[in-house]
C-alpha cells in the first residue's frame, strides 16, 4: 500500500469531479456511506476507457456514486446497478434523476437473489463487484456466466485497508472477514478462466479478464 505522503501527493493531482460528484462524496462522507476511494475510483475509469464496454454490470449500487462516475466516463455504456438497501436505491434514484441520466438501470433487490432479472440484461462486458465482501466468492461465481468472453471482472476492497497483510487480527468478527477475502483473492489469482491481478491502490482491486 502507498505510504500516506505519496497517496496525498496521487489524491491532489486527480482531476476535478463535477459539482454533483462532489456533493455525492461530501454525503457519502457524512452518512459514513462507503464509497470507492478517489485513487481506487480514478483507476476503474481509466480500465474503462481503454476497455470501452457497452454494458456494464454493478453489484452494489449504495448512493449511485459509482455508477454515475462509470456512466460519466462511457455516456454510451448501458450500466445495471443492484441495490439491497432500500433508503440507499432509493437515495441513488434521485441522484441518477438529478443527473438526468437514462443509461443506468437499477434493480433493487439482493445480489444473490437478482440473477433472473439481472439475466434480462446480460451479457455484458464489464462486471464491477462492491458490495458485501463476504460474499464476493458467490457474487463472482454467480454472475462469471453473464461476462462476455475477454471480458474484464472487477472487484473492490480486496486488499481490506492491508488486513490482509497483518499477522495478528485481534477482533474476531473483523478477523473472519479478512480471512474470507483472502481466501477469496487465492481463489480468484488461480481461477482457470481468469487472468487477475490485484492492483494496491484505493483499498486494493482485482482485475480478472475472462479467458
Known sequence: MLNEELHAYLDELIPERPQLIKELERYAALHHVPIMEKGGMEVLLQLLRIHRPDAILEIGTAIGYSALRMSLALPAAKIVTIERDEARAAVALENFKKAGNSMITLIK????????????????????IDAAKGQYRRFFELYSAFLQAGGLM??????????????????????????????????????????TIILPVGDGIAVSKKR
Open 109 to 128: 433487490g439482493d445480489a444473490l437473489e437478482a440473477d433472473a432479472e439481472v439475466a434480462s440484461h446480460a451479457p455484458f462486458d464489464l462486471i464491477f
Open 154 to 195: 472487477i472487484t473492490d476492497n480486496v486488499l481490506f485497508k492491508g488486513l490482509v497483510a497483518a499477522e495478528q487480527i485481534d477482533h474476531k468478527r473483523t478477523r473472519s472477514l479478512v480471512n474470507k477475502i483472502k481466501d477469496f483473492n487465492s481463489w480468484l489469482v488461480n481461477h482457470p478462466d481468469y487472468d
